[in-house]
């Protein structure tokens, strides 16, 4: 008990309350400080110095200072209890570390290996929990902190290091950990398995979670409630920036659209002088994207090099003319005014002909009617109007965005939507049926999407519907550039530019169409303009007609190879010879060296000019005698002693169209010859100048085969019933959309796109007038032999009647003493078949005896063994 207290300041006393309590705040001074009496009697002072309150001094009752007392100083007992946790933590984290209960030698030696034991037996993984308490414990130690290890941490520390341990053995059973102890030692060994005992598997994770969430809560300043409010923070922020960016791109692309759609004002403005004005200052200036040619080179190319036509663009591409700003609260759809495509020839080059060398004169285009159907009539306000409707119909469905462009055309016009960010395809590709029921319009067909553009195609009819005449196709200067072997005028695509092609390159052509959608006029349309370019010496036709009146108009021209066949029984015939020419004309090249049919007639020329020998040409028939066998077929044998060898001719082939009107019908009469001889023409008849044309009115299935079509690549669909007719002919729907009387669908070689064309119109008095013309220049020189029976026992369609197996079969049999078509099966190594037909020509030329019903089925052999 303080017996006496007294405070000084200085070497004088100050005494009373200020000096007091300047010495309780701790002011500088020399001499400031206190002395007081403790119980045993000795004298003790403190000083306060410029460092704060110091280390009590103990004075003698004679007035010597005394040493400090290490033992009460606090900041000492910390730093030795720092140093001590420090240096355990070392020790258990270095024998946790190396620990291994199979004997592997410890780095803290026996002591940390029987510590680490310990540790992991009991508490498994979660020992270093322990090691980690211990570690923090010292650092706040070295910080100077109070109550480093109380009643709260000692708990919580427990806890979380034995639910720990539970948690560790129910998500690690069956392992072992440190060379055979339990993940969560003993004790989450039997932690673990009450928890699951209790709650389940599910449950026991649940209530550990739960505990281990709930006891860092209550220990550290960590809150679940403020982190799920920053994270939601986080969230909100980043979607507020998002939206920002997503606005800035989208104003910024509605600032593009605004400035695109300014710069069309010199279009619009001058649209509506532009479709009445005279359009002569163009004179014979072509665009180049304009002109929808399915032919892009004007000379003739190798048809091994590019054997596909190449299909006009979609939609076509102008070049751009002087852009302007439009004004601000102008914001239609542009519209792209039809390019002209009337007569642009002269009357006099038009109507006269120029007379070929030998005398043959091409139909005069007076022939063909003066009808035109004109430049397509425009007017923007309905344009603009049904580009309004259209953009509300499909808003009302559910599909955003604008019509920038629209495309009339002389039958049906084109509105360019371009879709609103993130529309799919799908949902704007399926509502044809809804849009043509919204519009009250007759067909609406959806290209989606247009190639080469980010926008989807619309079709809606015209109210007014113009007519392609063929005459204005023909009377184009674009006609007299097309340069192919084969060129033919198909019609107008629906920007109202003419569309050409090259049969040459399609190499085969499959036409169908349902009765009355202008299958008939098409085929005369192409071959009208067909006889326009070409002499009989360049390309002859071969006709099959069902019906007996579609083609009988082209009875007679010099083209014909024979009249038109209108038996189905001598069509298979013609077919079959169709098949034996390609192969004939296959040998000539290969006599000759030669690819295809265009090298073959320029070496051709080239002898005729004196320019090769023609021995080059014909190789295998120099020195040799030319002859006929028992069927006219031309032949050669060598020549004797005191014979001369026949003197060689050189043959310039032309070109040979075979076109078949209705095929269904010859499918129903000889569908397996007709089919074979069909493949083959279209697998290999290209090359040998040999092209088909395919028209049938039925696209089924059972007539269009697998095998015919898919040596078709080009196709032509006019408006056809239903969906799977179109599925049939194109591989997609689309033709059941069609307008008809002449609207079609046009899969060009090589491509999957679809082009839709308006096929050109020519009547019946016009191609009868061209047939006229033609007769007028010559008669027709027709190959009777086309329609002479082939020799049943031949082998098939193209095979020789001269099999080489046939004298092995009949020395087979002379040597056997007997016939039968087992025998020959295994002598020959032959199928049943082939062994049949040798058994029946053998019999058919008396070398064995009809079948014997008695012996098996034996024939008896007449001959003698060879």
Same mark, same amino acid.
């Given at each position: ?68 007392? @290490? ?12 140093? #001590? ?126 505990? @281990? ?65 005279? !359009? ?36 076509? =591409? ?8 439009? $004004? ?42 003066? $009808? ?38 002389? #039958? #049906? ?62 009377? !184009? ?5 097309? =340069? ?35 299958? $008939? ?17 360049? *390309? ?38 169709? *098949? ?31 320019? @090769? ?6 190789? $295998? ?7 006929? !066998? ?28 075979? #076109? ?82 002449? !609207? ?123």
């Amino acid at each position: 008990m303080l017996r006496n207290y007294s405070v000084n300041s200085g070497p004088s006393a100050r005494g009373g309350r200020s000096a007091a309590g300047r010495s309780r705040r701790g002011g500088p001074g020399e001499g400031s400080g206190c002395r007081f009496v403790d119980p045993r009697g000795a004298a003790r002072s403190v000083r306060v110095g410029a460092s704060g309150l110091g280390a009590p001094r103990t004075t003698s009752a004679h007035g010597d200072i005394a040493a400090p007392d @290490l033992g009460e100083r606090p900041s000492a007992r910390r730093e030795v209890l720092g140093l #001590v946790g420090l240096a355990s933590t070392i020790l258990l984290a270095l024998s946790l570390w190396s620990y291994d209960a199979r004997g592997a030698e410890n780095l803290v030696g026996p002591v940390g290996s029987s510590l680490a034991g310990l540790l992991v037996g009991a508490f498994g993984v979660a020992g270093w929990v322990l090691v980690g308490e211990l570690g923090m414990a010292t650092f706040r130690l070295f910080r100077g902190k109070r109550g480093i290890l109380g009643v709260a941490t000692a708990v919580s520390t427990l806890v979380i290091v034995l639910v720990g341990c539970g948690l560790l053995h129910l998500a690690m059973e069956g392992t072992e950990v440190y060379g055979g102890h339990l993940p969560g030692g003993i004790l989450g060994e039997v932690l673990g398995e009450v928890l699951r005992s209790l709650f389940g598997l599910a449950g026991a994770y649940v209530v550990g979670v739960t505990v @281990l969430l709930i006891t860092l809560v209550l220990r550290t300043p960590v809150s679940i409630v403020h982190g799920v409010a920053r994270l939601t923070g986080l969230a909100r922020r980043g979607a507020e920036r998002t939206k920002e960016g997503a606005r800035a791109l989208v104003d910024a692309w509605e600032e593009a659209r605004e400035l695109e759609r300014a710069e069309r004002e010199d279009d619009d403005r001058t649209l509506d002088e532009g479709l009445d004005a005279d !359009d002569g200052e163009d004179g014979g200036d072509t665009d180049d994207g304009a002109a929808a040619d399915v032919e892009d080179e004007p000379d003739e190319v190798d048809e091994e090099e590019e054997p596909a036509a190449a299909a006009p663009e979609p939609a076509p =591409k102008k070049k751009p003319k002087k852009k302007a700003k439009r $004004s601000a609260g102008d914001d239609g759809p542009r519209i792209v005014a039809p390019k002209e495509t009337g007569p642009r020839r002269s009357a006099t080059k038009a109507s006269s002909p120029v007379p070929r060398l030998d005398g043959y004169e091409p139909p005069p285009i007076d022939l063909l009617d003066r $009808s035109y159907g004109g430049r397509v009539r425009v007017d923007p306000a309905v344009l603009r109007e049904n580009a309004k409707r259209l953009t509300e119909k499909l808003e009302s469905y559910g599909v955003k965005g604008r019509v920038d462009e629209i495309h009339p055309g002389p #039958v #049906v016009t084109m509105y360019e939507f371009e879709p609103a960010s993130g529309t799919k395809i799908s949902k704007i590709a399926n509502l044809e049926n809804d849009l043509a029921l919204a519009l009250a319009a007759q067909k609406v067909r959806i290209v989606a999407p247009i190639p080469g553009k980010a926008r989807v195609g619309i079709e809606l009819p015209n109210d007014d519907r113009q007519i392609v005449y063929l005459r204005e196709i023909l009377e !184009d200067d674009r006609w007299d550039s097309q =340069k192919g072997a084969l060129p033919m005028a198909l019609g107008k695509d629906i920007a109202g530019q003419p569309v050409y092609s090259d049969l040459a390159k399609m190499p085969h052509l499959l036409v169908a169409g349902a009765t009355g959608a202008g299958k $008939s006029v098409g085929i005369n349309v192409m071959l009208a303009s067909l006889l326009y370019k070409r002499t009989p010496e360049e *390309v002859r036709m071969l006709m099959i007609d069902p019906k007996v009146v579609e083609l009988a108009v082209f009875d007679g021209i010099p083209h014909m190879l024979l009249p038109v066949v209108t038996d189905m029984n001598k069509a298979a015939l013609a077919l079959r010879w169709a *098949v034996d020419e390609m192969e004939r004309r296959y040998q000539l090249f290969a006599d000759a060296g030669a690819r295809n049919i265009k090298t073959y007639n320029q070496r051709v020329d080239k002898v005729r000019k004196g320019e @090769l020998p023609i021995e080059k040409l014909m190789r $295998s028939k120099a020195g040799k005698i030319r002859g006929k !066998d028992e069927n006219g077929n031309e032949v050669w044998a060598e020549a004797t002693e005191g014979e001369a060898p026949s003197e060689l001719t050189p043959e310039r082939l032309p070109y040979i169209v075979v #076109v078949v009107d209705e095929f269904a019908d010859l499918m129903m009469v000889a569908a397996k010859d007709v089919e074979a001889c069909i493949a083959r023409l279209a697998q290999k008849a290209r090359a040998a100048g040999i092209h088909v044309i395919l028209a049938t009115q039925r696209p089924s299935v059972d007539v269009i085969t697998g095998m015919i079509k898919a040596n078709f690549p080009a196709r032509m669909a006019f408006k056809v019933s239903q969906s799977v007719d179109s599925k049939t002919i194109l591989g997609r729907v689309g033709a059941q959309n069609l307008l008809g009387k002449g !609207d079609m669908l046009l899969l060009p070689p090589g491509s999957s796109d679809l082009q839709r064309v308006h096929c050109a119109f020519i009547n019946e008095d016009e191609v009868a007038a061209v047939c006229d013309h033609l007769r007028a220049q010559g008669k027709p020189v027709y190959d009777e032999r086309i329609l002479q029976p082939r020799d049943e026992s031949d082998g098939g369609v193209g095979q020789k009647s001269d099999d080489p197996l046939y004298d092995k079969a009949v020395a087979v049999v002379a040597n056997a003493g007997y016939c039968s078509i087992s025998h020959l099966q295994r002598q020959l190594s032959i199928g049943y078949n082939k062994a049949a037909k040798l058994v029946e020509r053998m019999e058919k030329d008396g070398v064995v005896g009809p079948a014997s019903k008695k012996a098996g089925g034996r024939r008896e052999v007449l001959i003698s063994p060879i």
